[in-house]
């Protein structure tokens, strides 16, 4: 079946620290991902995606790359700042009765502290 | 602003009551959806619609039903609450589908059933 998996958290780093969320996935076919950010109080934003193997999707100094070898999606940031603290959670999306669907891993909860 | 709108933002039931969560959305979008978040589980998808006057289900969507009479409003029914149902539901909706890049979330609405 289609499944996410991503590490648990909570991740707590200093700000300016190096951030890496690693993502993996399971699918049929070429789903595309995604990674969406979830602030507190709030719904969930995209933050980035990727629609095939190798591409690399980047917003707000964060970046991942589609590796179709790994079937992985790891999140990036070289320098995290306090304002990044939130839940992000990975996604794929898969075609299933004729229409989309977003499947969702169990969320990171990222804290940055001064 | 245009966006999703839910409400209430809190709710507390009893077990066996009934009660509708509300969203609605003033971007003629066509797509709809209903998730609940529980804690290390992620979003699941409970029921979604892609146009009005069709619905279908998704992941979980054992004791809850919706209906779609109009394109801006999507409301969730609870018709015996239970304290499995205890969770944060969020409305999302987009033009096409899920996975595109306006695919808008509504704030939440947290539900907790004693």
């Known amino acids: 079946g289609n499944s996410v998996t991503q590490m648990e958290g909570p991740v707590t780093l200093s700000e300016e620290a190096f951030l890496t969320i690693n993502c993996t996935y399971t699918?049929?076919?070429?789903?595309?991902l995604f990674w969406y950010v979830q602030y507190p109080g709030e719904g969930l934003q995209l933050l980035l995606k990727?629609?095939?193997?190798?591409d690399k999707g980047s917003n707000k100094g964060f970046e991942a790359t589609y590796r179709k070898e790994t079937t992985s999606f790891h999140l990036e940031k070289g320098s995290v700042q306090v304002s990044d603290s939130a839940v992000y959670f990975c996604a794929l999306s898969v075609t299933s009765g004729g229409y989309n669907k977003l499947i969702f891993g169990a969320g990171t909860r990222l804290a940055v502290h001064p | 602003n245009a966006g999703v709108t839910q409400t209430p933002k809190f709710q507390v039931l009893k077990t066996g009551q009934s009660m509708t969560l509300q969203c609605a959305q003033d971007m003629n979008h066509e797509y709809m959806s209903w998730y609940r978040q529980d804690p290390g589980m992620g979003l699941r998808l409970i029921h979604y619609?892609?146009?009005?006057?069709?619905?279908d289900q998704g992941e979980v969507p054992n004791g809850y039903n919706v209906s779609r009479s109009t394109t801006e409003d999507f409301p969730l029914r609870l018709l015996s609450a239970a304290p499995s149902q205890t969770s944060v539901y969020f409305c999302?909706?987009?033009?096409?589908?899920?996975?595109?890049?306006?695919?808008?979330f509504g704030s939440g609405t947290r539900l907790t059933v004693v």
């Open positions: 990727a629609t095939k193997a190798d």
């Open positions: 699918a049929t076919g070429y789903p595309s």
């Open positions: 619609s892609v146009g009005a006057g069709i619905t």
């Open positions: 999302a909706s987009s033009r096409t589908g899920p996975g595109e890049d306006r695919y808008t």
